[in-house]
């Protein structure tokens, strides 16, 4: 990608920009040639919707978008029907984030963090200090839970996750992520290559997509007028690449009224009416921000 030189920016490819086949995506892919699979994510609409629900400092609106594209990456290797979790536990400034995606790739997330403490140019290390992510996949009573757990005691979040997929799976992997503010957009995405279950790299493959990746900087790759099959032919066409159908990926919280009033059905009369204020019980979804509310009236018909 270093000696691609870009044409100018056409009527057509300003459209390409905001086309809705070209963002907000999970695509799979394989290069047969190198034994390796992949996954490319990017995300526009959904990751700029998610952070702009909170007011965020920046370097944790930045964590925030990556941790989406991570997120929707990792969620696109394993075959679930439910919900994929990846969450952070953390000592640090940004103590928790959280980000889940259904099996049907609705996406939401949120960050718990210490106003005081941030700093503009707090780097992954400075802002989790010691602690550990997990991720968990939830299929209800169809199967157990499956669930990952990593520490992130690592210069970058890709090295993280490199780590857990070696030390844990046994599976070289590479991981790319970039995210950036544009004119209130965020922009956020991921690319991810790994050795195939059934059978290992080739050592001099692997040296040729890492060499590959090594050159893919993050205005290159968060170019999105660039479609995403193009760019997997320019980065990877001696691999023979293979791109598949995308996943589209949408901004949508889980939350509903009903689930709420399922929630509070397990409270008893007496510990909701010790939760009311002036007669109304307020609830906020700590995902969406959304604000609920309920007046004493509408909670008798909860019991």
């Given amino acids: 990608m270093a000696d691609y030189k870009k044409s100018p920016l056409t009527k057509r490819k300003l459209l ?31 990751s700029t919707t998610i952070i702009n629900q909170h007011e965020y400092p920046a370097p944790i609106a930045k964590i925030l978008a990556e941790f989406l594209a991570a997120g929707a990456t990792l969620a696109g290797l394993l075959k679930y029907e439910g919900v994929f979790t990846l969450q952070t536990k953390t ?42 992510l997990a991720f968990t996949v939830d299929q209800g009573i169809k199967d157990k839970r499956y669930q990952g757990i990593v520490s992130l005691n690592h210069e970058t979040f890709p090295l993280a996750l490199e780590h857990y997929f070696e030390q844990s799976e046994q599976l070289k992997t590479r991981i790319c992520i970039f995210s950036k503010e544009e004119k209130g957009m965020w922009k956020s995405g991921a690319l991810l290559l790994q050795e195939l279950p059934s059978q290992k790299a080739k050592e001099d493959a692997w040296f040729t997509a890492e ?8 205005e290159e790759f968060l170019d999105f007028s660039m479609p995403y099959a193009t760019l997997l032919r320019r980065l990877f066409h001696e691999g023979g690449v293979m791109v598949y159908d995308p996943l589209p990926l949408k901004a949508k919280c889980r939350c509903t009224e009903e689930r709420i009033k399922i929630f509070l059905n397990a409270l008893s009369p007496e510990e909701i009416e010790g939760l009311l204020e002036n007669g109304q019980l307020k609830i906020t979804c700590e995902f969406c921000n959304h604000h609920y509310k309920f007046d004493r009236k509408d909670l008798m018909t909860v019991h």
Wanted: proline letters at 5%; a positive charge.
């Fill in 91 to 132: 000592s640090g400034p940004l103590n928790l984030a959280i980000i889940d995606m259904t099996h049907q790739g609705n996406l939401r997330g949120y960050a718990q963090f210490k106003a005081d403490q941030i700093t503009p140019k707090d780097s992954f290390q400075k802002l989790f200090n010691k602690g550990y």
């Fill in 211 to 218: 060499a590959i990746l090594q050159t893919l900087s993050a």
């Fill in 16 to 46: 390409a920009m905001t086309a809705s086949h070209e963002i907000d995506i999970s695509v799979p892919f394989v290069l047969p040639l190198y034994a390796l699979r992949g996954r490319l994510v990017r995300l526009q609409d959904v």
